[in-house]
């Protein structure tokens, strides 16, 4: 087994954030699949790597660490990544914006909370996450405003919102959400699809 292993489901955008900072850190790992389809995430086995039932867990450094936020903070912390600026004003900026996909959307968004909110029936389903992912993107949007893109969301080489943004686009696309009154957006999502760390992270590269 290797020193580094990723409790992992493809199609998490959580999990999908931890697989592109770890390719961009060149970490090779093992990873293992959590079926949350399955209900796995439920299971004795995995309430025992992370009492909430989420996905990621990382195994790295002789220790176990949960929540996506905290895990980027670390392999940022340990590997250099430079998610984030060093002066604090740009560094708080940059993390409200992640926190914008990571902390408002991602949560509403969940299987379990928009399925427990429409019952999973459909069109109500659909209708809800088209709803919220539109809403919340539209505010990333005009906060990409106080930003250069150059020709990432924050600069010139992917950062923390990067890393939460693309994700939710491959969610964006799964409910129909468009994207063309997003200029920014679209523009930040063509620079990331061309890089490696990005590409192999992708839920259909996943294999």
């Known amino acids: ?18 697989r592109i900072a770890l390719n961009m850190a ?13 209900g796995e995430q439920s299971g004795s086995q995995h309430l025992a790597r992370n ?10 450094d ?9 895990i ?43 399925n427990r909110a429409t019952g999973g029936e459909e069109p109500a389903r659909t209708e809800w996450m ?4 539109g809403k919340w993107l539209t505010a990333f ?14 600069g010139d ?6 890393l939460c943004l693309i994700p939710q686009l491959y969610n964006a696309d799964r409910w129909g959400v468009s994207l063309d009154e997003m200029p920014r957006i679209r523009g930040v999502r063509e620079v990331c699809d061309r890089l490696p760390a990005f590409d192999e992270a992708h839920p259909d590269r996943q294999g």
Request: net charge negative; hydrophobic share 45%; aromatic share 8%.
């Open 62 to 70: 002789g220790h176990r660490f949960t929540q996506s936020l905290a």
């Open 72 to 114: 980027l903070e670390y392999l940022d912390s340990t590997r250099g990544l430079d998610l984030l600026p060093d002066n604090p004003v740009k560094r708080a900026h940059v993390w409200a914006l992640a926190m914008v996909i990571a902390v408002d959307l991602h949560p509403v968004c969940n299987l379990s909370v928009s």
């Open 1 to 18: 087994m290797s020193d580094i292993v990723l409790y992992d489901y493809p199609k998490s955008s959580a999990s999908y954030r931890v």
């Open 141 to 154: 949007e005009a906060m990409l405003g106080g930003f250069e893109q150059a020709p990432f969301c924050s």
């Open 157 to 162: 080489r992917p950062g923390l919102a990067d």
């Open 26 to 38: 060149g970490l090779r790992h093992e990873r293992v699949m959590v079926n949350l389809l399955e």
């Open 51 to 60: 009492p909430q039932g989420f996905v990621p867990v990382l195994d790295i």
């Open 130 to 133: 088209q709803e919220f992912i």
